[in-house]
């Protein structure tokens, strides 16, 4: 049996204070599929379009287009689905050229249809023009009394330089360790889902691509919380709403900000699947 399903999604950032951003709009497209009950094929591509703040004259363009791809395959063997992962971006700024990621993860059910909870671990790495990043991220899940679902996570990462913007923006070391903790609830209806989360810690260029997510700038991002529903609309259609709130920290930079600037983003997001 095959099974498909497809979306899409309106997707805005707001800056407040950050020295360079001012504000993003973007649309993502994204397809899954999954076959024989045991393989499955995904892919998502995001296009945003940034306007940086009036106040920049360094030289940067005042608005730049950014372009992202993220592909994944995967296979089920019993309780345990393994799965990769790749992701090119292209960042219209020209502050990096084209950046490839790679990951791989594993999600395994403890118990029979998971009553016990599932084990996943991503493990993965990004290659800039600047920095190397390498990451690994063991998680829990389960659920609670039927309706309720929690999610813990800590996400370990390894930050190298490779060149001088690198070098400054780990403030001189060549080579930095990050940690992050997040903690999400769930709860399902008949109607659909609602989710809340927060994360704690700091982290340089975090990425999911399993979520089709990278934040490729140099900002420190910080803690954070996130919200959202998922809304059944007639037999198979679903309407997706999203937020997300973070702290940011932009260091100091020769052509930006004289001091470490710390700012906030809010992330908006609404989609529709099928």
Excluded: C
């Excluded at 497209?29 to 703040?53: M, P, T």
């Excluded at 990462?157 to 992050?180: C, I, K, P, W």
């Amino acid at each position: 049996r095959l099974w498909t399903t497809a979306g899409a999604d309106l997707e805005a950032q707001l800056y407040a204070g950050h020295p360079i951003k001012n504000s993003t709009l973007g649309l993502s497209l994204h397809f899954a599929a999954r076959f024989l009950a045991r393989f499955y094929v995904a892919g998502r591509y995001r296009f945003s379009r940034f306007y940086a703040e009036d106040t920049y004259k360094n030289g940067l363009s005042a608005e730049w287009n950014q372009h992202e791809l993220y592909l994944a395959a995967g296979v089920r063997l019993g309780p345990l689905w393994l799965s990769g992962h790749y992701s090119a971006i292209s960042d219209g700024s020209e502050t990096y050229s084209t950046t490839h990621q790679w990951a791989a993860s594993a999600d395994v059910a403890l118990g029979s249809g998971g009553r016990f909870g599932h084990v996943a671990l991503r493990a993965g790495a990004s290659h800039y023009d600047d920095l190397t990043v390498l990451r690994i991220a063991p998680s829990y899940r389960l659920r609670l009394f039927g309706r309720l679902g929690l999610e813990a996570e800590l996400a370990l990462s390894q930050v190298s330089s490779t060149d001088g913007a690198g070098h400054f923006q780990l403030r001189g070391a060549s080579l930095v360790r990050f940690a992050t903790a997040s903690l999400t609830l769930d709860a399902r209806f008949s109607w659909g889902s609602l989710y809340l989360g927060g994360r704690y810690g700091d982290s340089v260029r975090p990425a999911n691509l399993a979520l089709g997510v990278t934040a490729n700038s140099y900002d420190l991002v910080g803690p954070g919380l996130w919200a959202g529903a998922d809304l059944r609309v007639g037999t198979r259609a679903r309407l997706r709403l999203g937020y997300a709130l973070s702290k940011l920290t932009t260091p100091i930079s020769q052509t930006g900000p004289s001091a470490d600037t710390d700012s906030t983003l809010q992330m908006f997001s609404l989609g529709i699947a099928w």
